[in-house]
């Protein structure tokens, strides 16, 4: 596929996808859905990318879904877009690499749905979040209402909800939305600097403890407890990673993965 919104660039088995349409503050309009649904297939089948990470051009990450193109969509038309887009970022959140949100500017409606698709997020000091559906007659369409609950818990998701207020990254920061601020030139530099420590690590242990740790929000602590072992095991054995990891511990060594 031809991209003309999103931008890749490959380095060191880290994929960096920039979401480029700054002149609507990078709105996800459908165009965006089909090259994202594209490059997530395009990341999975490359067997170098260990992570993934997602920023944005100009002022904003996202300003959200593209008003314009919804505002003339019926009901059917209107659900249809939000399942587009719920798929999307199903897809996203269940890629087997981890996948980190570089926030630099506006995260507000679909775009902050697009950043609680990933695994964790970083952010610029001058990022703001917000989920400011209602102030458009709206709610939520791209998963906000069953992942911003989980991730913050329920009254700060509905404080961002209901009141549509936009946040600060400090305010992002103390309620558990983003797990790291830093100055707006070093998002990348520590966005890079937390894809390469991930790159270093078992890439199979990588991808089982993302598998495991997102499984806990559907199954029950006995289940995922179960699940654990199961993956814990996968891991021994001669020729497998846990073998050569824990070797090179007791020899001092650096893993040869
Ligand atoms: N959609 C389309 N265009 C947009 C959007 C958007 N979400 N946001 C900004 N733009 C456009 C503006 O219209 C403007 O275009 P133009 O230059 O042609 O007039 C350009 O981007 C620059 O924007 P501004 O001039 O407004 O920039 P400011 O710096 O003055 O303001 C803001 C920045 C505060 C971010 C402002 O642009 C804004 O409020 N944007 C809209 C934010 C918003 O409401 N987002 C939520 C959208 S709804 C949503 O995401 C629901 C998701 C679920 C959908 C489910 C499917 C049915």
Known sequence: MNYEILKLEIQNGIAIVTISRPQALNALNTRFFLEMDDMVANIKNNPDVKVMIITGEGKAFVAGADIAEMVNKN?????????????????????????????????????????????????????????????????????????????????????????AEMITAADALRIGLVQKV???????????????LIVAKGPYAVKKVKKVTRAS??????????????????????????EEGMKAFLEKRTPNW
């Open 182 to 196: 830093v100055e707006p030139e070093q998002l990348m530099d520590e966005a890079l600097r937390l894809a390469k």
């Open 75 to 163: 009901k059917k038309e209107g659900s249809e877009f939000s399942r587009l887009g719920q798929n999307t970022f199903h897809s996203l959140e269940l890629m087997e690499i981890p996948v980190i949100a570089a926030i630099n500017g506006f995260a507000l409606g679909g775009g902050l749905e697009l950043a609680l698709g990933c695994d964790f997020r970083i952010a610029s000091t001058k990022a703001k979040f917000g989920q400011p559906e209602v102030n458009l007659g709206l709610i939520p369409g791209y998963g906000a209402t069953q992942r911003l609950p989980r991730l913050v818990g329920m009254a700060d998701a509905l404080y961002m909800l209901i009141t």
């Open 217 to 242: 929000r559907h199954l029950s602590f006995i289940e995922g407890c179960e699940l654990e072992d199961q993956e814990f095991g996968s891991l021994f054995g001669k020729g497998n990673e846990g």
